[in-house]
């Protein structure tokens, strides 16, 4: 399995972007896929995540109600959606994939990652 992260830039506190997660070679070994981000000097921590079904998704608290995760079946794409952006959303933001529905929100539990993809919101 392998994870393709794209779609980071540069924008402005308030602006909009869309993160890009293709997945190749997916199989019953990818069940669900997270989003995470880590800023300079802190620990990878945990932003999105939802099963390929797309039957239910998972957020961590600061981004509810801004961001929003999705997924394409047929295009093996993960999508986060960044709205109303903030300097403190600055990081690297990774892709991930495990084998196990359950518990999603710690690093360890996923077994594939995405290079990353570089967010930058200038104040």
């Known amino acids: 399995v392998q994870l393709q992260a794209s779609g980071g830039g540069l924008v402005q506190a308030g602006g909009s972007l869309r993160l890009a997660c293709i997945v190749s070679g997916r199989t019953s070994s990818s069940i669900f896929m997270g989003w995470f981000r880590q800023a300079p000097g802190k620990e990878r921590e945990f932003v999105a995540a939802l099963p390929w079904s797309g039957a239910y998704t998972y957020y961590a608290d600061f981004v509810k109600g801004r961001f929003s995760i999705s997924e394409d079946n047929a295009k093996n794409t993960v999508y986060l959606q960044m709205n109303s952006l903030k300097p403190e959303a600055t990081a690297v933001y990774y892709c991930?994939?495990?084998?196990?529905?359950?518990?999603?929100?710690?690093?360890?539990?996923?077994?594939?990652w995405g290079q990353g993809t570089q967010v930058t919101v200038s104040s």
């Open positions: 991930a994939s495990k084998r196990y529905s359950g518990s999603y929100n710690s690093p360890n539990l996923y077994d594939y």
